[in-house]
């Protein structure tokens, strides 16, 4: 079947790129200080992408807090420049297929279930297979609408 054959990056759990900021961990973010995935992936909550954040998010604290650690340096020349971060993108779907946050996220499954125990990751990494059966099973599980047009255009 043509959605089996393994193309896009949905099939690279594990996939860990190297990303632009120095030191910017996930697990010091999200775990040690517990800040909401929503406080910075704010769109997620109202549109189809979660978003990154401005670096104007960033400096939210960052103008005050570790300012003599390099990315933080980093992201305050960035910000003054007014350029945005160049971030690579971890979890990438097909083009084909629709997928909305603010609709999964009204339905209330939290965001590690696709996205993974990000609270313990320095550098995010893909931790589900985000294959259309993995999709499915999840529809199926929770009753969710599994017409193709749902998800895909």
Not at 7 to 32: E, L, M, R, T
Not at 138 to 151: D, P
């Amino acid at each position: 079947l043509w959605f089996c054959t393994p193309v896009y990056s949905v099939y690279n759990v594990g996939y860990h790129p190297a990303q632009p900021v120095a030191g910017f961990s996930h697990k010091i973010h999200a775990g040690d200080r517990q800040i909401p995935c929503q406080y910075c992936h704010s769109q997620a909550r109202r549109s189809q992408t979660a978003g990154i954040p401005s670096t104007n998010t960033c400096m939210g604290c960052h103008k005050v807090v570790a300012t003599d650690k390099p990315g933080i340096q980093f992201i305050t020349e960035k910000y003054e420049a007014n350029e945005p971060i160049e971030w690579t993108k971890v979890h990438d779907l097909p083009d084909f297929v629709r997928f909305t946050h603010k609709q999964h996220i009204s339905a209330g499954v939290d965001c590690a279930e696709c996205h993974g125990d990000v609270a313990k990751m320095d550098t995010v990494e893909q931790g589900a297979p985000l294959q259309m059966g993995w999709c499915v099973e999840c529809h199926q599980e929770r009753g969710a609408k599994l017409e193709c047009f749902t998800c895909h255009y």
